[in-house]
């Protein structure tokens, strides 16, 4: 069966620092793949997506995130974080970008942020 | 921008209620879902629908039922709410890319509303 696993729970890192969230994903072929985070009280707001090509992506708010095929994982990464990035961050993935494809979200990684 | 908006953001419940959750999207998505979201759990699919009078079950469709009359507009409904139904509810929309045609910006990347914290005493 399809996952998409986000092993960390809770990540705390100190404002400034570089961050460093992982995703790993159990799909057949090569799957389409999210990053979505969410604000205390709100609904989620999509980072970026991976369908095909450059296996480094750009998304919003600074974030970037990197396909690995060898090692199943598409870890979302930012150079240096805000106190506004605390939120909670969910790695998402689908067979294919057709018709009525589901998402599978993985559990979600919790981010605080230090002064 | 798309919006997604779902009638209430807190609603309080008690067990064997009839609770009706609705979602509205403004962009003519063909494609729409509801979600549970538990800690520890992640989003969890109950049902979706992509098309007007379309449904399928999602991972956990139990205790719960859908109506789309129309195409702007998903409900979900608890026809005899539980205790164990307590949880915050997602609605999210996109467009069909069977309907559209492929590529990046037909894709099906999913628009979520702010959610429904549900109670249910």
């Known amino acids: 069966a399809q996952s998409v696993t986000q092993p960390d729970i809770h990540i705390t890192v100190s404002e400034g620092a570089s961050l460093e969230l992982r995703c790993n994903y159990s799909y057949g072929a090569t799957p389409y793949l999210f990053w979505y985070v969410q604000s205390p009280g709100q609904g989620l707001q999509l980072l970026l997506k991976?369908?095909?090509?450059?296996?480094l992506v750009q998304g919003i708010k600074g974030f970037e995130a990197e396909f690995k095929r060898s090692q199943s994982s598409f870890n979302l990464r930012k150079p240096s974080v805000h106190w506004s990035d605390a939120a909670e961050y969910f790695c998402?993935?689908?067979?294919?970008?057709?018709?009525?494809?589901?998402?599978?979200f993985g559990t979600g990684t919790r981010l605080t942020i230090i002064p | 921008d798309v919006k997604v908006t779902q009638s209430s953001r807190y609603l309080v419940k008690r067990t064997g209620e009839k609770v009706f959750l609705e979602c509205v999207q403004d962009m003519d998505h063909e494609n729409m879902f509801w979600y549970r979201q538990d800690p520890g759990l992640g989003l969890r699919l109950i049902y979706f629908?992509?098309?007007?009078?379309?449904?399928e079950k999602g991972d956990i469709p139990e205790g719960y039922s859908v109506s789309r009359e129309k195409k702007e507009r998903f409900s979900l409904i608890l026809e005899s709410a539980s205790t164990n139904q307590t949880s915050m509810y997602l609605c999210a929309s996109s467009w069909s890319t069977s309907f559209r045609g492929s590529g990046i910006e037909s894709t099906d990347t999913q628009y979520f509303g702010p959610g429904t914290r549900l109670t249910v005493l």
């Open positions: 629908s992509y098309d007007v009078k379309m449904k």
């Open positions: 998402a993935g689908a067979r294919s970008n057709f018709g009525n494809e589901k998402l599978t």
């Open positions: 991976y369908f095909s090509g450059d296996t």
